[in-house]
């Protein structure tokens, strides 16, 4: 039986749709988790999706952080199930301190869409079949996509391995070109890129497909040891 | 029924003439009073009753077999194939823009948005065709940023991938700035919405957001005159959007129609609950009783007309089954939108407004909409136009490489890309061919089917001739969603004119639409919705003439998509088509010899018809590597374009004509092994063999420039003018 990998979705969530659709086509079972709900319905994996959840009212993703839905993401997170956070999804993780840093608006304040190149940083569990040095081309969209943390936690950051994608030219300003990170225990990873757009080759990419990959292999392993 | 007669003379300053006033007496068979004067003043309006332009509209083609809705509803319908409908339209929000761009711009996606989904289809694409002055003056510059911002914020936060688009900078536009928005979305062909009310005793419910004091628009007049005078009274008439909320509309429609809890279904746009209401009734032939003292308001103390004409966004009317209520109440509620019950279908015929258990307006609903005034426009021939070309060859002065750097650079020819950066192309994943090439292609996902779409017009050219460039609108806005491989289905039209009134413009209306009907018929287009946008002109200076028409194209399948780019060293380049073209109206006579002057030629239309079924056929059987329109700066731009986009050089030798523009040309290339089947194809489309794709130069005849130049210039262009960089 397939694993099966909840997507949230929240008043204003856009790419929700896209995900539920990229996660079927990785041969996984979509299952669409409404956020004023508490339970994830039997998911093995979590994508918190992009979009505007609320408006982006009071700052993106912070009413979205304290969701009945996000409580339920905590929880699976907390005992070691792989969370995905992408775009607004990835700003809800941040907000949620599910992953380290803050997302600023990009420092030429516009929105910005375009296609980028990401290197890869080191061999992960989220990135099967590529090493250090490998590039990825996914599209951003977003206005709020620069980020940032301390120099202190960027060494943390940089020593723990944490830091799994920089940009090859930095679209927003991002500290040191970080395009995606993962919390301490490595398996919350939140990034601006949108994986989900990237899955045909026809519509320009399908290298999104390895990050979903990661997310699902993860699952199944963590369904194993389970 | 209080029956305060109206004030004498209100009506004019409501924008009504005497007569107008004269034949609501005679219809209502009594005086209206303030409030069913100030539903009339908007229904009646240039804006719901297209009243000038209604009888020229007449002439175009509107039925077709695809065509499933034709204009008259929220939005056009036609069937694509395989179970499948799209729903598209084109509407302006020209003077709201002019006045706060942002929202302005904002807006309009929003309305455009709202008449899609109310016909039961998922939006999709959204294209917006822009037009403002030149890019000389910081005020052009914050219009231009701030519009462009506006279309990205609104369709950026709702989800709707932007797909493509136009922007046209001329002096003309400078104080009436152009924000035409289109909008195209899908829906299964058998669920077709219509905004007919029907079933005596069925529930009018509004949901949504609340209903405020903004975009009251020509009816402020009316709050000064004695109503009330509260400054909140002169509230800025510009609306207010909210894409929050809009996402929530769109998503709780689509849930309501997919659980069949509605009857039918209206968006409130323009005269806001007033035109809603009329439409409703009037389409389905029944009488509605409101109560506007029901409406969720956002102040205190608003007045019956403000309640009635308010234009808050965010905000859609459905008849529903009473047995139906409970239902279509927990969904709104699940999507955090209010939803009321205002009022109910009635046998009367009758358009019954009630507040607070008093009648406060009774009219008979046919009196708002199809009796309606109409008036035949009066026409003379501008004396501008000339019966023959400007006999202006090229420049000898200027050298052709200086000429095609100076257009690469020119801001009305350069990249769209500082443009189109700026909204999410992507989301809905079907965006396969995307901005920045003739047509965008978008797959009906999960179905294989795509459609191609374009938006197009060009005011210069129709300046100069309003016939022709009606003509060539078409023409040119078909041609691009042929050059993807797809087949030209269907047409909508947004057009821009300045004051019917002044014979002038009725003269350049009846001939544009006259124009455009003519190519519509001659390439079976059916035109299936539009928008009028009368009175653009500023301290007496109308616009051009600016017809813009959006076309929808079908391709079986969204892998046979043809893009704009070369791609192979050693494919061979070749012209198709030998379509008249002429420097007047061109870029090159504006950005090289700085006039606009002469005729453009007349499109040949039985030639634009064969050229497009010939790319179909050819890109049905995979012959195409690329094919791109020769548009704005004539073939050596057109090839310049293609080489660029792909990346790679191009040498064409065969260049007699570096700069002229007309219709039915398209650079195209193919291997060089599929040459004779395409020749073969071809029929009676001229195909004429013209270079060779490859190296890292582009060389049209004597102009040559190296590609990283030409793509520095191209690219970087709008940025350079924008932010000082790229």
Redesign the interface.
């Known amino acids: 039986m397939s694993v099966r990998v909840a997507v949230l979705a929240f008043?204003?969530?856009?790419?929700d749709?896209?995900a539920l659709?990229?996660v079927e086509l990785m041969g996984a079972e979509p299952v669409r988790v409404w956020h004023a709900d508490s339970d994830l319905g039997g998911a093995a994996a979590v994508i918190v999706p992009g979009?505007?959840s609320?408006?982006?009212?009071l700052r993106p993703g912070a009413l979205a952080a304290l969701s009945p839905a996000m409580g339920a993401v905590r929880e699976h997170a907390a005992a070691g199930g792989p969370v995905l956070g992408i775009c607004n999804g990835f700003q809800v993780l941040t907000e949620a301190r599910l992953l380290p840093g803050v997302l600023r608006p990009n420092a030429h304040l516009?929105?910005?869409?375009?296609d980028v190149g990401l290197r890869v940083q080191r061999e992960s569990a989220w990135l099967p079949g590529t090493v250090a040095g490998d590039t990825l081309d996914i599209?951003v969209?977003h206005?709020d996509g620069c980020y940032f943390v301390t120099p202190g936690q960027l060494e943390e950051l940089d020593a723990a391995g944490q830091v799994l994608l920089r940009y090859v030219r930095n679209p927003n300003g991002s500290v040191e070109s970080i395009a995606c990170v993962t919390n301490a225990a490595g398996n919350v990873a939140g990034l601006m890129p949108?994986p989900?757009?990237a899955v045909?080759p026809?519509?320009?990419s399908a290298d999104g497909r390895i990050l979903l990959q990661g997310l699902i292999d993860q699952a199944v392993a963590v369904e194993a040891v389970a | 029924m209080s029956t305060i007669e109206s004030t004498p003379s209100l009506h004019r300053s409501l924008g009504l003439t005497d007569a107008e006033f004269e034949r609501i007496s005679e219809l209502l068979e009594r005086a209206p009073n303030d409030f069913e004067l100030a539903v009339f003043s908007l229904l009646w309006s240039e804006h719901c009753a297209y009243k000038h332009s209604r009888r020229l509209l007449a002439a175009l083609p509107t039925t077709g077999e695809r065509v499933l809705q034709g204009p008259g509803e929220n939005a056009g319908v036609i069937d694509v194939g395989d179970g499948l409908a799209v729903a598209l339209k084109v509407e302006s929000h020209n003077h709201p823009s002019a006045v706060e761009p942002f929202q302005g711009a904002a807006t309009g996606v929003g309305g455009i948005l709202r008449d899609i989904f109310a016909m039961g289809a998922r939006p999709i694409a959204i294209l917006d065709s822009l037009r403002f002055g030149e890019l000389d003056s910081e005020r052009q510059r914050h219009l231009f940023a701030r519009v462009v911002?506006g279309v990205?914020?609104y369709g950026?936060?709702?989800?709707v991938a932007n797909v493509g688009g136009e922007v046209e900078f001329e002096p003309a536009y400078e104080n009436n700035c152009l924000v035409n928005a289109m909008c195209v979305g899908v829906l299964p062909a058998g669920r077709l919405q219509s905004a007919g009310a029907a079933g005596s005793g069925n529930l009018l419910v509004l949901y949504g957001s609340k209903t405020g004091r903004d975009g009251i628009g020509g009816a402020s007049v009316l709050a000064s005159q004695g109503f009330e005078e509260g400054s909140e009274a002169k509230r800025p008439s510009v609306q207010i959007g909210?894409?929050?909320?809009g996402?929530?509309l769109i998503e709780c429609t689509l849930e309501l129609l997919d659980r069949g809890l509605i009857v039918s279904l209206q968006d409130l746009g323009a005269a806001g609950l007033a035109s809603s209401t009329a439409e409703m009734a009037s389409a389905g032939g029944v009488g509605l009783d409101v109560d506007l003292s029901a409406v969720p308001v956002r102040e205190d103390g608003m007045e019956p007309f403000e309640i009635m004409i308010s234009e808050s966004q965010e905000r859609m009317a459905a008849i529903v089954e009473p047995a139906s209520w409970d239902a279509v109440a927990a969904v709104c509620r699940r999507?955090?939108l209010d939803a009321t019950v205002i009022g109910e279908v009635t046998e009367t015929g009758r358009l019954r407004a009630f507040h607070s258990g008093e009648l406060v307006g009774d009219i008979p609903v046919e009196t708002l909409t199809e009796r309606a005034p109409r008036y035949d426009v009066e026409r003379e021939r501008p004396a501008r136009l000339v019966d023959a070309p400007s006999g202006a060859g090229e420049d000898p002065g200027t050298p052709p490489e200086a000429a095609l750097r100076a257009l690469l650079a020119a801001p009305g020819v350069a990249s769209r890309r500082w443009v189109?950066?700026?909204?999410?192309?992507?989301?809905?994943?079907?965006?396969?061919v995307?901005p920045g090439g003739d047509a965008a292609v978008v797959?009906l996902?999960?179905s294989d089917r795509a459609i191609a779409v374009s938006l197009d017009g060009n005011g210069r050219r129709t300046w100069l001739d309003p016939r022709r460039g009606g003509m060539s609108a078409v023409c040119e806005a078909a041609r691009n969603v042929a050059c993807t491989g797809a087949r030209p289905a269907a047409v909508t039209n947004c057009l821009n004119f300045a004051n019917p009134e002044h014979a002038e413009v009725g003269y350049e209306l009846a001939e544009a639409i006259g124009g455009m009907a003519d190519a519509c018929r001659a390439l079976g287009l059916p035109v299936v919705s539009g928008n009028v946008s009368l009175y653009n002109e500023h301290g007496g200076r109308p616009i051009p003439p600016t017809p813009v028409v959006g076309v929808v194209g079908v391709l079986d399948h969204?892998?046979l998509a043809v893009r704009a780019a070369f791609r192979e060293e050693g494919d061979v380049v070749l012209l198709a088509g030998a379509g008249a073209s002429a420097l007047d109206g061109s870029d090159y006579q504006k950005v090289v010899l700085g006039e606009t002057a002469g005729r453009i030629p007349e499109p040949d239309l039985e030639a634009e018809r064969a050229l497009h079924a010939f790319l179909a056929e050819a890109a049905g059987r995979k012959l195409l590597r690329s094919a791109h329109d020769v548009g704005g700066g004539g073939l050596a731009v057109a090839v310049a374009e293609s080489a660029m986009a792909g990346g790679i050089g191009v040498r064409v030798e065969e260049a007699s004509d570096l700069f002229g523009e007309g219709d039915g040309r398209v650079v195209m290339s193919a291997r060089r092994a599929d040459v004779p089947a395409l020749r073969k194809l071809s029929g009676p489309v001229p195909l004429k063999r013209i270079g060779t794709v490859g190296g890292g130069e582009i060389a049209v005849g004597p102009a040559r420039i190296a590609l990283a130049h030409a793509i520095d210039l191209y690219e970087g262009a709008l940025p350079r003018i924008m932010e000082g960089g790229a």
Do not use: I, M
């Open positions: 008043p204003g969530s856009c790419d749709r896209d659709r990229a979009g505007f609320y408006g982006d009212y516009q929105f910005r869409f375009q599209p969209k206005h949108h989900e757009h045909d026809l519509l320009g | 911002e990205g914020h950026n936060c709702v989800g909210d894409p929050f909320t996402k929530k999507w955090e189109t950066r700026q909204y999410d192309q992507l989301v809905g994943a079907g965006t396969v995307r797959r996902t999960p969204a892998g």
